[in-house]
Antibody
Framework: QVQLVESGGGVVQPGRSLRLSCAASGSTISSYAMHWVRQAPGKGLEWVAVIYYDGSKKEYVDSVKGRFTISRDNSKNTVFLQMDSLRAEDTAVYYCARFNYYDSTGSKIGLDIWGQGTTVTVSS | DIQMTQSPSSLSASVGDRVTITCRASQDISNELAWFQQKPGKAPQSLIY???ILQSGVPSKFSGSGSGTEFTLTITSLQPEDFATYYCQQYKSYPLTFGGGTKVVS
């Protein structure tokens, strides 16, 4: 069973950058789209970004477009989130999650495996 | 963007109760809806996908129904480990969106 481990979180000043990593073990993630989802303190879940299995397509929530970049290195079984021009409102726990495509009935399975999260705090 | 509205935002229940949570989508999402359970300090765990299919390993006391714009999550015979926050999420189109969450408390 695949396990996802995020790293790279920390405390950073507004306007600075941070790069998060999500390393998979136990199985390859090269056939799966990978997502980042965040959760601000005491708030609900917010989807951030996706990268398709081969890196050919990327999507972002409007609030991070132009500031965040998702990427992947399938040879290292790792997904990244480069976060630039950070703002206080980016403070959150960031989770990576695997999107599983289809089961035997042809139904999309969705975000089935999640990492434990890494905390990003943007503060002066 | 597709808006997901969950109700109630919190509910009080007792061990053994049957609990129902509702999720409404702002437009037709077919059956592309998932339910997640989250406990404090932990990552969300997938319970249900395609509106009604249990993820592997999830007990049958959880069930989901609905299609189009109206969905429900039902938990039968609530147990102490079921007190948590539950989220619905649509994956019909980007941006993926979550409901605001329902906190189940004793």
């Amino acid at each position: 069973q695949v396990q996802l481990v995020e790293s790279g979180g920390g405390v950073v000043q507004p306007g600075r950058s941070l790069r998060l990593s999500c390393a998979a073990s136990g199985s390859t993630i090269s056939s799966y789209a990978m997502h980042w989802v965040r959760q601000a303190p005491g708030k609900g879940l917010e989807w951030v970004a996706v990268i398709y299995y081969d890196g050919s397509k990327k999507e972002y929530v409007d609030s991070v477009k132009g500031r965040f970049t998702i990427s992947r290195d399938n040879s290292k079984n790792t997904v990244f989130l480069q976060m630039d021009s950070l703002r206080a409102e980016d403070t959150a726990v960031y989770y990576c999650a695997r999107f599983n495509y289809y089961d035997s009935t042809g139904s999309k399975i969705g975000l089935d495996i999640w990492g434990q999260g890494t905390t990003v705090t943007v503060s002066s | 963007d597709i808006q997901m509205t969950q109700s109630p935002s919190s509910l009080s229940a007792s061990v053994g109760d049957r609990v129902t949570i509702t999720c409404r989508a702002s437009q037709d999402i077919s059956n592309e809806l998932a339910w997640f359970q989250q406990k404090p300090g932990k990552a969300p765990q997938s319970l249900i996908y395609a509106a009604s299919i249990l993820q592997s390993g999830v007990p049958s006391k959880f069930s989901g129904s609905g299609s189009g714009t109206e969905f429900t999550l039902t938990i039968t015979s609530l147990q102490p480990e079921d007190f948590a926050t539950y989220y619905c999420q649509q994956y019909k189109s980007y941006p993926l969106t979550f409901g605001g969450g329902t906190k189940v408390v004793s």
